[in-house]
């Protein structure tokens, strides 16, 4: 089963978040900025609602979305950008250098674990970056430590430090509702994130001379990879 109806039985919840989380003056926004490489085509692979595409059209002269949630789409394509960013429905694993192309950024936040198998997954995407381009991730990994509560407090924790370091009440409980959401949870049994052993072996072994950045935000991690 893909993620496709888990995400959009969720999509608004969803973007609530996101556009905190990932937003101005955080630390994944404040992040990615500094990995992106100079170039015209960028590329947003699991691009949800489109706040990052968004940011990718302040940058890049063309900009392309993928998601294989149509109820997310439908939020990013009523979002207005610099440039027009082109939304495609599709799975990334369908992705190919004939078609959409290869791109100067390859870009994927918070999806990569849902994708497929995760070295499949990694060469598909590193497969999409032109040469002299840059691959950047970042994705969730679980610690190395299983929680000795089990999972759900992990969703209070998170709607904690969303609290904590944004200041905003209301995204922290949008944070609590959707990582409680019975479809979320059921995806969580389906898609297991890795830990952060995994995360990092996986990595290196699909992408050799990645850089590693751990915990971006709690429980989010970074990779960047250059094409020579």
């Excluded at 302040?58 to 939020?75: C, F, I, K, N, W």
């Excluded at 870009?107 to 849902?114: G, H, I």
């Excluded at 009440?169 to 995806?187: G, Q, S, V």
């Amino acid at each position: 089963m893909t993620a496709t109806p888990y995400f959009d039985d969720f999509a608004e919840l969803y973007e609530r978040v996101s556009r905190v989380r990932d937003g101005a003056g955080g630390p994944v926004r404040e992040w990615l900025l500094g990995q992106f490489p100079p170039g015209e085509r960028a590329l947003d692979v699991g691009c949800g609602t489109g706040n990052n595409c968004a940011l990718l059209a302040e940058h890049y002269a063309e900009v392309t979305g993928v998601d294989v949630s149509p109820g997310m789409l439908a939020l990013a394509e009523a979002k207005p950008t610099r440039v027009p960013v082109r939304y495609q429905c599709r799975a990334a694993l369908d992705l190919r250098p004939a078609d959409p192309g290869e791109f100067d950024l390859v870009m994927s936040v918070n999806a990569v674990f849902f994708m497929g198998p995760l070295a499949e997954v990694l060469r598909t995407l590193a497969a999409l970056v032109a040469p002299g381009g840059r691959l950047v991730v970042i994705d969730v990994n679980r610690p190395d430590e299983p929680p000795p509560d089990g999972d759900n407090p992990h969703a209070f924790d998170t709607a904690r430090m969303i609290y904590e370091r944004y200041r905003d009440a209301d995204a922290a409980a949008d944070t609590l509702r959707m990582m409680l959401h019975p479809r979320w949870l059921e995806m969580k049994r389906r898609h297991v994130a890795p830990t952060w052993a995994e995360f990092a072996r996986s990595y290196r072994a699909a992408l050799p001379g990645v850089r590693l950045t751990r915990d971006v935000l709690p429980g989010m991690s970074g990779a960047v990879w250059e094409r020579r």
